[in-house]
Nanobody, 115 residues
Framework: QLQASGGGSVQAGGSLRLSCAAS????????MGWFRQAPGKEREFVGS???????RYADSVKGRFTISRDNAKNTVYLRMDSLKPGDTAVYYC???????????WGQGTLVTVSS
């Protein structure tokens, strides 16, 4: 089970940190991803961190967003800096054995960026 939190409202240029807490004892063996879905749009990939620690990001967030994980706390984080109105979306965390296929999804947390 995945529980995302940390969403909220922020002005453009601001920062937020999302957290995703996972239950279970095998968190460290899972690849973790962040996705988002803006109103009226399809869900899109934001970034991921593999169990080995290597990271990938969507081009739209490179240099502004940072993913990290704390295996001792079964938690993955998404640090978002220099936020733009276009980052407004519901953000979801996900877990999977593959770096491209995710089996478990959190409930989403809303991020609203105002100009």
């Amino acid at each position: 089970q995945l529980q995302a939190s940390g969403g909220g409202s922020v002005q453009a240029g601001g920062s937020l940190r999302l957290s995703c807490a996972a239950s279970g004892s095998s968190f460290s063996t899972y690849n973790m991803g962040w996705f988002r879905q803006a109103p009226g749009k399809e869900r899109e990939f934001v970034g991921s961190i593999a169990w080995r620690g290597n990271r990938r990001y969507a081009d739209s967030v490179k240099g502004r967003f940072t993913i990290s994980r704390d295996n001792a706390k079964n938690t993955v984080y998404l640090r978002m800096d220099s936020l733009k109105p276009g980052d407004t979306a519901v953000y979801y965390c996900a877990a999977g054995r593959s770096e491209t296929t995710y089996d478990y999804w959190g409930q989403g947390t809303l991020v609203t960026v105002s100009s």
